[in-house]
C-alpha cells in the first residue's frame, strides 16, 4: 500500500459553546472567534506535522481546500504546500483537493500547480473537486452548474499542462483566449490527478473513464460504504473493458493507534467527538443546496448521513463500531484496515492521524506507532 498523511488544519482554540450558538462552523460562524495568535500557532504546529511525516516514512503528505470555516485553516493549500516544498526532500507533496467550479479562471490552477511541480522537481500530486455544498455558500457560485464547470475546468487545466501554446479555449463557462502556460509543469505529461469524493455516481464514472483512469478516493464514511463505492468504481472500470489496479483505489479515514484499544479509544475520543460534532456537522441545506446533486447521488449521501446519525451528536464508539474512524491497538488497526483492504484492493491509504482538537501530544505519538506498528505490515 501507499500511505499519505493527510491534514485538515481544523482551528482547535475554537469555543465550542459560542461555535454551538450558530448552525455550523463553517459560512456563518463569525470571524471574531478566531485568535490570529493562536491561528499563527496552529499553522506552525500542523506544518510541523506534516514535516515530521516524510520524517516517519509516509510516501505521500497531503493538504487540501476549504473556505471560511474552522473545519480547515486552508483556503490557499498552494502556499502550504510551498513551504512543505523547501522543508521537505522526498515525500510527495498532495493537494487534495482544489475545487474547480468555484475559481473564474481555471488557467490560474493550472500555473499554480505546474510552478509548484517545477518547484519540488516533480514531487506535486494534485486533487481536484468539486468542492462540498458549504463551499457554493462561500463563494456565491452557482451549484447547479457544479458539474460542468468541473469537467470543464479540467479539461482546459490539463490542455493547458499538455498543450503547446499560445491557443484558445472556448467553452461554456470558460473562455481565455490565450492559454500559454509558463512554466509547463516538471512531470510529464503532468503532475498525477487525484480524485476524493463521498460516493457521487458521477464521480466514479467519470473518473474510471478510460481517458482518465483518475485514482479514486472515498473519504468519511463507514466502513460498509467505502466498500461499496470503492466497488462501485472496480465494477465501472470493468464495464468500460479493464481492471481498475490498486494503486487506482484508495478511502480516507481518521485512525488512532495506542498500546491498548481502551487507551486509544480514551484518547481519541475528545478528537473524534469533536471533529463529527463540532467541525464537521452541517444542516442538510447547507451542505446540499439545490441543484448541488443528481437524485441518484443525493439518495447515497443522505444514506451515509443517516449511516453517521446526523441528527444526533455521535460518539466515539459510534463511529468506531461503524467503521468511519479506526481506533484501537496496532492490533487492531492493522486488522481492521486489512480486511478493508481486502475487500476492495485499495492500494491507497489517505490517514487522518490529527482530527478536532485532538491536541500536538497525542498527535505525534499517534503518527509514531502508526508509522512502526502498523504501517509496515500493510507497506506490502
Known amino acids: 500500500m501507499q500511505f499519505t498523511f493527510f491534514h485538515l488544519m481544523p482551528y482547535r482554540p475554537l469555543d465550542m459553546a459560542e461555535r454551538h450558538k450558530h448552525r455550523a462552523a463553517w459560512v456563518v460562524?463569525?470571524?471574531?472567534?478566531?485568535?490570529?495568535?493562536?491561528?499563527?500557532?496552529?499553522?506552525?504546529?500542523?506544518?510541523?506535522?506534516?514535516?515530521?511525516?516524510?520524517?516517519?516514512?509516509?510516501?505521500?503528505?497531503a493538504v487540501n481546500e476549504h473556505h471560511q470555516t474552522a473545519y480547515g485553516l486552508m483556503p490557499a493549500p498552494n502556499l502550504i504546500a510551498g513551504m512543505l516544498?523547501?522543508?521537505?526532500?522526498?515525500?510527495?507533496?498532495?493537494?487534495?483537493g482544489r475545487a474547480l467550479p468555484l475559481v473564474n479562471n481555471p488557467v490560474n490552477i493550472a500555473e499554480e500547480f505546474a510552478m509548484l511541480d517545477n518547484l519540488s522537481?516533480?514531487?506535486?500530486?494534485?486533487?481536484?473537486?468539486?468542492?462540498?455544498?458549504?463551499?457554493?455558500?462561500?463563494?456565491?457560485?452557482?451549484?447547479?452548474?457544479?458539474?460542468?464547470?468541473?469537467?470543464?475546468?479540467?479539461?482546459?487545466?490539463v490542455q493547458a499542462w499538455t498543450r503547446p501554446g499560445p491557443f484558445s479555449f472556448e467553452g461554456e463557462h470558460y473562455n481565455v483566449r490565450y492559454v500559454n502556460l509558463w512554466p509547463r509543469p516538471y512531470q510529464t505529461p503532468h503532475p498525477p490527478i487525484w480524485i476524493p469524493s463521498q460516493g457521487s455516481s458521477e464521480t466514479i464514472k467519470w473518473a474510471a473513464d478510460p481517458q482518465r483512469k483518475y485514482p479514486f478516493l472515498v473519504t468519511f464514511s463507514a466502513r460498509d460504504l467505502v466498500a461499496r463505492y470503492l466497488n462501485m468504481y472496480r465494477e465501472q472500470a470493468r464495464q468500460f473493458g479493464y481492471e481498475a489496479s490498486p494503486d487506482q483505489i484508495?478511502?480516507?479515514?481518521?485512525i488512532y493507534v495506542a498500546d491498548t484499544d481502551e487507551r486509544a479509544r480514551a484518547e481519541a475520543r475528545a478528537g473524534v467527538e469533536t471533529l463529527f460534532n463540532d467541525f464537521l456537522a452541517t444542516p442538510f441545506q447547507m451542505l446540499l443546496p439545490p441543484g448541488y446533486m443528481?437524485?441518484?447521488?443525493?439518495?447515497?449521501?443522505?444514506r451515509m448521513r443517516k449511516a453517521l446519525g446526523a441528527r444526533k451528536r455521535l460518539t466515539a464508539d459510534e463511529l468506531i463500531e461503524s467503521g468511519t474512524v479506526v481506533v484501537g491497538s496496532p492490533r487492531t488497526v492493522?486488522?481492521?484496515?486489512?480486511?478493508?483492504?481486502?475487500?476492495?484492493?485499495?492500494?491507497?491509504?489517505?490517514?487522518?492521524?490529527?482530527?478536532?482538537?485532538?491536541?500536538?501530544?497525542?498527535?505525534?505519538?499517534?503518527?509514531?506507532?502508526?508509522?512502526?506498528?502498523?504501517?509496515?505490515?500493510?507497506k506490502n
Open 29 to 61: 460562524l463569525p470571524n471574531s472567534l478566531y485568535d490570529p495568535k493562536k491561528g499563527a500557532d496552529e499553522y506552525q504546529s500542523y506544518v510541523d506535522q506534516l514535516v515530521y511525516a516524510e520524517q516517519l516514512g509516509f510516501d505521500v503528505i
Open 85 to 96: 516544498i523547501a522543508r521537505t526532500t522526498k515525500a510527495k507533496i498532495a493537494i487534495i
Open 121 to 157: 522537481r516533480g514531487r506535486i500530486i494534485t486533487g481536484f473537486v468539486r468542492g462540498i455544498g458549504n463551499e457554493y455558500h462561500a463563494t456565491g457560485i452557482n451549484p447547479f452548474f457544479s458539474h460542468e464547470r468541473y469537467q470543464e475546468a479540467h479539461d482546459l487545466i
Open 250 to 254: 484508495g478511502w480516507a479515514t481518521p
Open 294 to 302: 443528481s437524485l441518484p447521488s443525493m439518495k447515497n449521501t443522505m
Open 334 to 378: 492493522r486488522d481492521e484496515l486489512s480486511r478493508l483492504r481486502d475487500a476492495t484492493g485499495a492500494g491507497k491509504l489517505i490517514a487522518m492521524l490529527q482530527f478536532g482538537v485532538l491536541p500536538d501530544e497525542l498527535t505525534r505519538r499517534n503518527m509514531e506507532m502508526f508509522a512502526s506498528e502498523v504501517m509496515p505490515h500493510l
